[in-house]
């Protein structure tokens, strides 16, 4: 949990979460391939707190609700 990453903001925090993260690979601006999506309300996307670029303020923003 890298909520201490939270604290900061704009291109701090990006690095934050991509320094401490244990994915090492993480790209916080993937290519996105449509041949390869998949339908989101059936599948949803695992991980679910797994950083990106489009969640990262959802993951700072509703810490609070996660339980442990």
Known sequence: RQ???????????RRCFAQE????????????DPSVAWDL????PFPPGEPTAANLGNICGLRALRPG
């Not at 909520?3 to 925090?13: K, T």
């Not at 993260?21 to 996105?32: E, G, S, V």
């Open 3 to 13: 909520f201490h990453c939270c604290r900061r903001h704009g291109a701090a925090r």
């Open 21 to 32: 993260t244990p994915a090492h690979t993480w790209d916080p601006a993937p290519a996105w």
């Open 41 to 44: 309300v059936t599948e949803p």
